[in-house]
T-cell receptor
Framework: GEKVEQHESTLSVREGDSAVINCTYTDTASSYFPWYKQEAGKSLHFVID?????DRKQSQRLTVLLDKKAKRFSLHITATQPEDSAIYFCAASLMSNYNVLYFGSGTKLTVEP | GALVYQYPRRTICKSGTSMRMECQAVGFQATSVAWYRQSPQKTFELIAL?????????EQNFTQEKFPISHPNLSFSSMTVLNAYLEDRGLYLCGAMADNQAPLFGEGTRLSVL
């Protein structure tokens, strides 16, 4: 089955700097890659996603890059704010069923004021 | 708007007892419901996927005998943790999906086992 690895377990940046979180996956059939955010004691909230028919997607301060050849995708957050602090999870899924998600181990992002 | 409601939010059960949790899709019809578990300090593991008109598919390490699931209609699913022990504690998430849409997650049921 699919195995998703999230490389940074923790990441600390200063407010206003950029943050990058990297993930790799193993199954070449995976074609949908969402990112979720989990604040302390809470559930998952959808952040942004990318499908394999594109290699870049931007939404305001968030950009996702996808390198299908390397089986790697990354989340870029610009102009970070303290409220961006949370645990970020990447995930991968087959396009045929977005609900079967394989999650990375999570990256705890701390944005220091 | 569309949301997923999970009940209860928190529960405590004695070791060896069972606990049922519910998942309700509001404002949309959930053609599939996936259950995930986040054990303490870990990531989210898929337990099983339930799709309307199909058999429930369990992931390796999870069985119907331990985590029976009911998905009687397009808005409701429930899962029971039978004979819960310490290793079953964690946050149980329900992800409900309408056709070709990204799944929506509920707030989860946090299970503690004494």
């Amino acid at each position: 089955g699919e195995k998703v690895e999230q490389h940074e377990s923790t990441l600390s940046v200063r407010e206003g700097d950029s943050a990058v979180i990297n993930c790799t996956y193993t199954d070449t059939a995976s074609s949908y890659f969402p990112w979720y955010k989990q604040e302390a004691g809470k559930s998952l909230h959808f952040v942004i996603d990318i499908r394999s028919n594109v290699d870049r997607k931007q939404s305001q301060r968030l950009t996702v890059l996808l390198d299908k050849k390397a089986k790697r995708f990354s989340l870029h957050i610009t102009a970070t704010q303290p409220e961006d602090s949370a645990i970020y999870f990447c995930a991968a899924s087959l396009m045929s069923n977005y609900n079967v998600l394989y999650f990375g181990s999570g990256t705890k992002l701390t944005v220091e004021p | 708007g569309a949301l997923v409601y999970q009940y209860p939010r928190r529960t405590i059960c004695k070791s060896g007892t069972s606990m049922r949790m519910e998942c309700q899709a509001v404002g949309f019809q959930a053609t599939s419901v996936a259950w995930y578990r986040q054990s303490p300090q870990k990531t989210f593991e898929l337990i099983a996927l339930s799709t309307v008109n199909s058999a429930i598919k369990y992931e390796q390490n999870f069985t119907q005998e331990k985590f029976p699931i009911s998905h009687p209609n397009l808005s409701f699913s429930s899962m029971t943790v039978l004979n819960a022990y310490l290793e079953d504690r964690g946050l149980y998430l329900c992800g409900a999906m309408a056709d070709n849409q990204a799944p929506l997650f509920g707030e989860g049921t946090r299970l503690s086992v004494l």
